[in-house]
């Protein structure tokens, strides 16, 4: 359904906007995929995503929620196999297509050949490799949770890779979470669930669904996920899950669905350290063909504690500088390069610019959220507003208080009043989420 709205977005943002100075960009920009009211889109590279940040943005998302009558969040994906002359996805990733529908195609080059194993995530690559190659002997279902960009989709689709490299017949559905909703609501819509439970019952020999945390609260698709599930583990067919907590963590997740991953294994992945950090960086860079001196590495890896999607980012923009000044890449290029985007800076990081975010989100001022109303309409997005900036500044709560013209006790509690609202109430937390999203901001805990 936000494919549509993004569809949608687009023509109308051809229609009425400036043609020259937005379809190249626009040319270049694919929908990643969709949760509640955040849509991720994939970008070429690092370069590109700055660029739109800055000046496509707010366009992009004026026509979206105007289509929509609701706030949307909207953040970006680094997807190399973009390439600059846009062509449509299905031609640049050549992916092979498992099933005719387009949202269960696994990428080629997320296998375990190019996934970098360190101590962080070695327990969750050999129980995946052991479930690749003995689907439903070991592990089943196979659990695997960690935080944002640390390779769980990766791993989920290094199973299916190497399930279909091994027997190229097998049917191996990889689909998000999302996409599964999705499916479930066309086809009570079109009241096609015969056909819905035939392919997820019978014609599926391993099921691997990403990003599950995306049902909390969703109660229909849980009851549906759970007869799926039940359907093919009675068939002995593999069920490999990820979701970014442990289950029993994941609020608004059913006993009964939960109690199920208890069944098989439940693995985390852990942030990488150093070496795997530099590691995972000089097997990116062969990747995309560039020679990246250890040095540079190691600067790289330093400038980003974790995130893998985000030390890609970082690459890719050396990468994408060196090529545009026809430079080698060396440690003083990639110094000038970054010091644009040290991380103090980034725009989730500043109290400002998390302000006129929320505000924008709420559909109130900024100057209202900094302003002495107490009405409800302001108390909430002005409480996030302080949520964020303690979560995405190093500002003490004094200097935040400096910030909001408050005293710190009331930063204080308002960041402790949504922390606890966003434990007690998943359409809350998912609100809370997406807009940490669309400021670039980590999720926490
Ligand atoms: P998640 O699904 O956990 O948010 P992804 O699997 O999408 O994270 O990983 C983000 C990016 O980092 C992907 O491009 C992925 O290929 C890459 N990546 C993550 N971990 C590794 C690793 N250990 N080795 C190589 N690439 C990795
Ligand atoms: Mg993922």
Redesign the pocket.
């Known amino acids: 359904m936000l494919r549509a709205l993004w569809d949608e977005a687009c023509t109308s943002v051809r229609a009425v906007e400036d043609q020259q100075l937005f379809e190249p960009w626009l040319e270049c920009l694919r929908f990643h995929s969709a949760t509640d009211r955040s849509i991720v889109l994939a970008a070429p590279n690092r370069l590109y995503v700055d660029w739109i940040r800055e000046n496509l943005h707010a366009v992009l998302l004026r026509h979206l929620e105007a289509k929509a009558g609701h706030p949307i969040a909207l953040s970006y994906e680094l997807d190399p196999l973009l390439s600059v002359a846009a062509k449509p996805v299905v031609d640049v990733d050549a992916t092979p297509v498992i099933d005719p529908e387009p949202t269960f195609r696994l990428n080629q080059r ?1 296998t375990f050949d ?5 101590n962080g ?1 070695q327990f969750a690559n050999a129980a995946c490799r052991n479930v690749a190659e003995q689907p439903a002997c070991n592990y089943n279902p196979l659990f695997l949770f ?1 935080g ?8 989920l689709q290094a199973v299916g890779n190497r399930i279909r490299e091994r027997d190229p017949s097998a049917h191996v559905l990889y689909m998000s979470a999302e996409d599964f909703t999705n499916e479930l609501i066309g086809a009570i819509q079109k009241k096609r669930m015969d056909e819905f439970r035939d392919r997820f019952r019978r014609r599926c020999d391993v099921l691997l669904v ?1 990003d599950i945390q995306v049902l909390a609260t969703r109660e229909r698709t849980q009851e549906e996920f759970v007869h799926t599930f039940n359907a093919l583990h009675a068939d002995g067919k593999q069920i490999v899950v ?1 979701g970014d907590r442990y289950p029993k963590d994941i609020a608004g997740l059913e006993d009964r669905l939960r109690s199920r991953f208890d069944w098989g294994l439940v693995v985390d ?1 852990q942030a ?1 350290d150093m070496e ?1 950090r530099v590691a ?1 960086l000089q ?2 860079a062969l990747e995309e063909g560039a020679t990246l001196p250890r040095d540079v590495a190691f600067f790289i890896a330093q400038r980003c504690d974790g995130n ?2 985000e030390l ?1 980012g970082l690459l890719c923009r050396v990468v994408a500088f060196a090529g545009f000044h026809k430079e080698p890449i060396t440690l003083d290029g990639a110094r000038r390069w970054l010091s644009a985007i040290r991380p103090n800076e980034a725009p989730g990081h500043n109290v400002d610019h998390i302000v006129d975010q929320v505000a924008r989100h709420y559909r109130v001022k900024s100057t209202d959220i900094r302003g002495k109303r107490r009405t409800k309409e302001i108390v909430e997005p002005r409480q996030l507003a302080m949520y964020f900036a303690r979560q995405g500044t190093d500002l003490s709560y004094p200097e935040l208080g400096r910030h909001f013209e408050r005293d710190h006790t009331t930063v204080l509690y308002a960041v402790e009043k949504v922390e606890c609202q966003r434990r007690a109430d998943p359409a809350f937390e998912l609100r809370v989420d997406g807009i940490g999203r669309s400021l670039g901001l980590k999720k926490k805990g």
Do not use: A, C, M
């Open positions: 997320k190019t996934f970098v194993v360190g995530n960690g944002v960009g640390l390779g769980k989709t990766h791993l990403d990820s992945i990488p795997t995972i097997r990116r893998v999607r890609e």
